[in-house]
T-cell receptor, first 113, second 114 residues
Framework: DAKTTQPNSMESNEEEPVHLPCNHSTISGTDYIHWYRQLPSQGPEYVIHGLTSNVNNRMASLAIAEDRKSSTLILHRATLRDAAVYYCILRPHSTSGTYKYIFGTGTRLKVLA | GAGVSQSPSNKVTEKGKDVELRCDPISGHTALYWYRQSLGQGLEFLIYFQGNSAPDKSGLPSDRFSAERTGGSVSTLTIQRTQQEDSAVYLC???FGLGSYEQYFGPGTRLTVT
């Protein structure tokens, strides 16, 4: 199973952009890159996903390196409510026959007021 | 609409007892997933269901763990002869199908084995 590597923790000031990196050097051509976040005492929630091209949604942007061996989740303006553990996950394409989502230890984001 | 629900929210049990954890997925979701999260750790995948079928059970930590899903809806995770290392938060998630990109997680069941 392809693995991801993330920094254990990061800090950001409120209202500033945050770039959360993820390395996935063993990614296969059919793996999607997913990001989830887990707020304190809650289950994870979906943030964004992509395959090759950069992606934007109302929560965040996902920048994927050209060789796909790394990606960056971008929160454009961090708020106190964005303080959470952010997980970068590789999800196999549906034809691969497996749906074992491998969550790493994630990055704990602290937002400073 | 209603999200994924899990019961009980908290369970304290004595070592050696059996426990059953329940998950009610979002209506219409055919795929269901179980994870375990030990204190301060990331999520550990346990098992997934497509309908009532579980194609891959290799994530279950030992043969004391089993899971079933009936009627394509409710799922039960059973841990027999609980051990202290089974203490964790057990999370359930569901999605429209295995190919769906978004999993919806429940609040989890906190299991404490004394």
């Amino acid at each position: 199973d392809a693995k991801t590597t993330q920094p254990n923790s990061m800090e950001s000031n409120e209202e500033e952009p945050v770039h959360l990196p993820c390395n996935h050097s063993t990614i296969s051509g059919t793996d999607y890159i997913h990001w989830y976040r887990q707020l304190p005492s809650q289950g994870p929630e979906y943030v964004i996903h992509g395959l090759t091209s950069n992606v934007n949604n109302r929560m965040a942007s996902l920048a994927i390196a050209e060789d796909r061996k790394s990606s960056t989740l971008i929160l454009h303006r961090a708020t106190l409510r964005d303080a959470a553990v952010y997980y970068c996950i590789l999800r196999p394409h549906s034809t691969s026959g497996t749906y074992k989502y491998i969550f790493g230890t994630g990055t704990r984001l602290k937002v400073l007021a | 609409g209603a999200g994924v629900s899990q019961s009980p929210s908290n369970k304290v049990t004595e070592k050696g007892k059996d426990v059953e954890l329940r998950c009610d997925p979002i209506s219409g979701h055919t795929a269901l997933y179980w994870y375990r999260q030990s204190l301060g750790q990331g999520l550990e995948f346990l098992i997934y269901f497509q309908g009532n079928s579980a194609p891959d059970k290799s994530g279950l930590p030992s043969d004391r763990f089993s899971a079933e899903r009936t009627g394509g809806s409710v799922s039960t995770l059973t841990i027999q002869r609980t051990q202290q290392e089974d203490s964790a938060v057990y999370l359930c998630a569901s999605s429209f199908g295995l190919g769906s990109y978004e999993q919806y997680f429940g609040p989890g069941t906190r299991l404490t084995v004394t």
